[in-house]
């Protein structure tokens, strides 16, 4: 999710994002340097705002943080006012943000690894294919500059192998 689809969904504005990103919201950079927003972690900071507003809408001591507290201060106070299935609740939801992170971090390397071996193997058939163009050359002015008695003497396995190697030739250039 980007960083507006998350402020549509909490309710809130963009500037309250950015507050709750490296606390409450752990977002990753795509490919184009976009950051993404986990739909788990987003969607358990909604759970979170739904009851502390319930809590505030019914007056009791659970009341939600003052609004202009830091959001590691404001979520301190949270953990002191929750009730103990809030707390099991957010730790779950936590716990789960955490290994949802741990999976993207991991699929990521795993991307990059898959693409190095990608450009490496690339890298490699490019080397074989210009010393397979450089020995065929090589071969191509051998036979060219060969007197017709030296082509003569040449065995057919040696012709067939010629052969091959200039219809390669021919596919590649």
Do not use: K
Not at 78 to 100: G, I, K, M, V
């Amino acid at each position: 999710m980007t960083r507006s689809a998350v402020a549509r969904r909490l309710a809130c504005s963009i500037a309250s994002v950015r507050r709750m990103e490296g606390s409450e919201l752990h977002p990753t950079r795509d490919s184009r340097g976009v950051l993404r927003f986990d739909r788990g972690e987003v969607e358990a900071a909604a759970a979170r705002r739904a009851v502390s507003q319930q809590h505030a809408q019914r007056g009791t001591e659970h009341a939600e943080p003052a609004p202009d507290m830091d959001p590691a201060t404001a979520e301190a106070v949270w953990l002191t006012r929750c009730s103990d299935a809030d707390f099991a609740a957010y730790l779950e939801q936590s716990r789960a943000a955490a290994r949802e992170r741990s999976r993207r971090r991991q699929e990521a390397a795993d991307e990059e690894l898959r693409e190095w071996r990608g450009r490496r193997n690339r890298r490699r058939q490019e080397a074989e294919a210009q010393s397979m163009m450089a020995d065929m050359l090589r071969l191509v002015e051998a036979v060219e500059q060969a007197t017709p008695r030296e082509i003569a003497r040449l065995s057919d396995e040696d012709v067939a192998e010629i052969r091959s190697l200039l219809s390669v030739v021919q596919r590649l250039g």
